[in-house]
């Protein structure tokens, strides 16, 4: 992967104008490009496969088709999406089948324009990016499914890919919640090295998104470790 080139394209999805129109402006005007905007989930869809962006900023209630259909369809499509779900709801189901569906962020809509900002940078580097206390939740539930008994996995196992022992270290600390700059700082290497681990790592388990190396990652207690 090369490094981002220009800035950070993003779309924006909400089916009401005026937030929509805030949104992307406030966007707009900290030097990210808006390629496009949707106000319902077909035209989500139809636009996001046109326009190419690297983040989606996406609302989970739309006309049309609901914003988790959205998502699975559009990150089933292009695995190196990012979607950042941008929503009034923080219940948890809502969040959980975000996360689900390929969602590799969550805020709610009273985060500050700078909380926003902040997220959809992060995102676009695959840091994943929740309001607080959701963090926890999702953790949480990755830890009951790992929990949940399991029989083929054991068989598995001895088919899982060699990691170096870099790769498990960036694996590790991925687990426990570190942002890529802290695992830089940690390891004393660069942001760009620690990308790099990850999406290696990511490539020899055949995983999509870092949510779903949390969960790979905590079925095999690396986050105790």
């Given at each position: ?6 800035p ?33 989930g077909?035209q ?9 962006p ?10 049309q088709?609901?914003?988790v ?9 292009n695995?190196?999406?990012?979607v ?17 569906s ?7 809509k ?18 994943p990016?929740?309001?607080p206390?959701l963090?926890?939740?999702v953790l ?22 060699q ?6 270290e ?12 802290q ?12 990308q ?22 905590i ?5 105790d470790a």
């Amino acid at each position: 992967m090369s490094e981002q080139r220009g800035p950070i394209r993003v779309m924006v999805v909400d089916d009401h104008p005026m937030w929509r129109d805030a949104v992307a402006r406030d966007l707009a005007e900290s030097g990210f490009d808006v390629v496009a905007t949707a106000g319902d989930g077909e035209q989500a869809v139809r636009r996001a496969k046109a326009a190419a962006p690297d983040v989606l900023v996406l609302d989970l209630n739309l006309p049309q088709m609901p914003g988790v259909q959205v998502c699975k369809e559009l990150v089933g499509a292009n695995p190196a999406l990012r979607v950042l779900v941008l929503s009034a709801s923080g219940e948890h189901a809502d969040v959980l089948e975000a996360v689900k569906s390929g969602a590799t962020g969550y805020l709610l809509k009273s985060a500050s324009t700078e909380e926003l900002l902040d997220a959809v940078r992060r995102t676009a580097v695959g840091d994943p990016v929740f309001t607080p206390g959701l963090a926890g939740l999702v953790l949480g539930e990755y830890r009951r499914l790992a929990s949940d008994p399991a029989p083929a996995t054991d068989g598995d196992r001895p088919k899982a890919p060699q990691l170096t022992d870099r790769e498990t270290e960036v694996l590790r600390l991925v687990a426990k919640g570190l942002s890529y700059k802290q695992i830089a700082e940690r390891l004393v290497i660069s942001h760009r090295t620690v990308q790099n681990h990850v999406q290696n790592t990511l490539g020899k388990l055949q995983l999509h998104n870092r949510v779903e190396l949390v969960r790979y990652a905590i079925e095999r207690g690396l986050d105790d470790a």
